[in-house]
């Protein structure tokens, strides 16, 4: 009896455990309640019906008309089953959480008025497109046939005639509009006909206001959407494929039907073999070019394409809303709202809006507004809007808004604005913000250095920087301005010597280098070329010194320096003017002599340094 009882104790317990199962797995809608309500406004019916199944609606008070008066008994059946009763077939119903969302059913009425079978190739389809919620004429709203690539436009009451070829055995009508579902319909081809399309806006759940300051992030957004109590993050990216008409040479080219095809059918994209057109809007792919992406491209004159994954040829420009692969050559012009991998030529410019790699040619210029990996030649400008892996070569200047990591060569400037590992070449100016390879030009500047600066000016805004007092056995009073980094210095310099009948003017530049010793001392070698006046502009006097100084610190802002120096001094002066110096060096320092006019001692030097 004892064993027989534990037996249907646990048979008990097994049961209760199933059957708190299958109540906790039943979904809010298939749960069982009483109701009775008679001439209440919807509002509070389903206030009633939420208090009696312990649940919450989310709806939109647009969609529903909550001052409506209804009536409904129900007993003990499912809340599915009462909101159909009350609502109908024309809206859905999902449960998330403990809430059920209530919105318009995506119910697409699509009515035939007229039809007339016809034996010629194209037959013809007419009609409306209608707002579903309101009723209201929808214009500049798409229709397009996917297979046959035909398509037209609403006028400004929702008219729009499309033409289609009979040769096709079955026929789909796709009508897209910003801001409404696209919707898609089955017609019978070989007829001429009538129809009037309803569309829905779109729908969405309720959605926290996006703020721009705290969730925008470069090219994709970060939304939060709440459905009851539950609040969702999700990262949008903006994939805008209307960027191309927007730029400078875009926008004239492009009529205003392309750019509103370009709205309504953002996410439609079909591929094909070829295409050839006249200009963007005659084309072998008619109204709808612009969503095609094509394995070869020929544009007689130009052509507005959705990309090309193989080679486009243009006669005068190519304009390609997606990517780009692998060859596109085109007369003046090439705008890519995506990427480019492969070779690119333009006979003016190139323009990608996204990321490039590999070679790209344009005669004036070429803009990438992202990375760029390969090689960069261009007659005028290179500019890329974030880092370079590679080589940039331009007559005039070079700009790359991240880092490069490869090579910048200009006739006037090279610009790297964060980080420079590689080599700048240029006639003018280079600039780097970090410097980690080697800049060659006239003036060369960077925030911080780790590499070398050579040129006549270099500047380091977070490196070496002396002003220099001096004397030597020549020039009894220099000054110099030292600036660069410890590895290499540039010396411009100037000094004169001042003692009666012993004039000297001059003028030089110099590199150096600094070793540290420790805190206090430090060894600091530096070369020196200087032209001396003695009286006459007619002849050449270049001085050339290697100086060896040792330097002591004073402080932070103070330092002396002093050391042997080797002179090579080159003159082809033969008369002396009065109150100048006749002999280089004065008398007392042995002399011996190098080269044809060039003779070498062994001299000194000494002086103060600031900051």
């Not at 310099?493 to 590199?511: L, P």
């Not at 001094?569 to 044809?596: A, D, I």
Request: glycine share 10%.
């Amino acid at each position: 009896m004892k064993q027989l009882l534990n037996y249907r104790q646990w048979l008990l317990l097994v049961g209760t455990f199933l059957c708190a199962t299958t109540l906790m797995a039943q979904g809010i809608l298939s749960k069982n309640i009483t109701v009775n309500v008679s001439r209440q406004r919807l509002d509070n019916a389903l206030e009633i019906l939420s208090n009696k199944g312990s649940f919450y609606f989310s709806y939109n008070s647009n969609v529903i008309k909550r001052d409506s008066l209804v009536s409904i008994t129900a007993a003990n059946k499912p809340v599915r089953q009462v909101l159909y009763e009350l609502f109908g077939n024309n809206y859905e119903f999902k449960e998330s959480g403990n809430y059920i969302i209530i919105r318009r059913a995506p119910v697409n009425i699509t009515l035939v008025t007229n039809k007339a079978v016809t034996e010629d190739k194209f037959y013809t389809v007419t009609g409306y497109v209608l707002n579903d919620l309101t009723g209201e004429q929808i214009s500049d709203a798409s229709i397009y046939e996917k297979k046959l690539l035909a398509s037209a436009l609403t006028n400004d009451v929702g008219y729009f005639k499309l033409k289609l070829k009979s040769k096709a055995k079955t026929a789909e009508l796709t009508v897209s509009k910003q801001f409404y579902q696209d919707t898609t319909v089955v017609i019978e081809p070989r007829y001429n006909q009538q129809l009037t399309i309803t569309i829905l806006p779109v729908q969405e759940g309720p959605v926290i206001t996006i703020s721009p300051e705290d969730y925008f992030v470069p090219d994709s957004l970060k939304v939060r959407v709440q459905t009851g109590p539950t609040i969702t993050e999700y990262t949008y990216i903006k994939t805008d494929s209307s960027k191309v008409e927007k730029t400078a040479f875009g926008k004239p080219l492009l009529s205003s039907r392309q750019k509103i095809q370009t709205l309504n059918l953002r996410k439609y994209f079909i591929e094909r073999p070829f295409q050839v057109s006249f200009t963007p809007g005659l084309s072998t792919h008619g109204k709808l070019s612009g969503q095609v992406i094509n394995n070869f491209s020929f544009n007689i004159l130009g052509g507005y394409s959705g990309g090309v994954n193989g080679f486009e040829l243009g006669g005068l420009f190519n304009i390609d809303k997606k990517d780009v692969r692998y060859a596109q050559v085109g007369g003046v012009f090439n705008i890519v709202g995506g990427s480019v991998k492969g070779l690119q030529i333009g006979g003016v410019n190139n323009t990608v809006l996204h990321s490039a790699s590999g070679l790209q040619i344009g005669g004036v210029s070429n803009i990438v507004s992202r990375g760029f990996t390969g090689f960069q030649l261009s007659g005028v400008y290179n500019h890329v809007g974030n880092s370079v892996t590679g080589f940039q070569l331009a007559g005039v200047g070079n700009f790359a808004k991240e880092k490069v990591a490869g090579a910048q060569v200009a006739g006037v400037v090279n610009i790297s604005a964060k980080e420079m590992d590689g080599v700048q070449i240029s006639g003018v100016f280079n600039y780097a913000k970090k410097l980690k390879g080697v800049q060659i030009g006239l003036i060369n500047i960077s925030d911080s250095s780790d590499g070398y600066s050579i040129g006549l000016i270099n500047i380091v805004l977070r490196g070496y920087h002396k002003l220099s007092l001096s004397t030597n056995e020549v020039l009894n009073t220099n000054v110099a301005f030292k600036t660069g980094s410890t590895k290499l210095y540039s010396i411009l310099q100037a000094g004169m010597n001042v003692k009666d009948n012993e004039k000297v003017y001059s003028f030089g530049y110099g590199i150096g280098r600094e070793f540290s010793l420790g805190k206090t001392f430090s060894i600091n070698p530096e070369l020196s070329s200087q032209y001396l006046y003695l009286g006459a502009w007619d002849f050449v006097n270049i001085l050339n010194k290697a100086h060896l100084n040792l330097n002591v610190k004073l402080g932070k802002y103070v330092s002396l320096f002093g050391g042997p120096s080797f002179a090579a001094y080159y003159t082809n002066q033969t008369t002396s003017f009065n109150g100048y110096k006749n002999e280089v060096p004065p008398t007392g320092y042995k002399q011996f002599h190098l080269y044809n006019k060039v003779n070498g001692w062994i001299g000194w030097n000494a002086g103060i340094n600031f900051f």
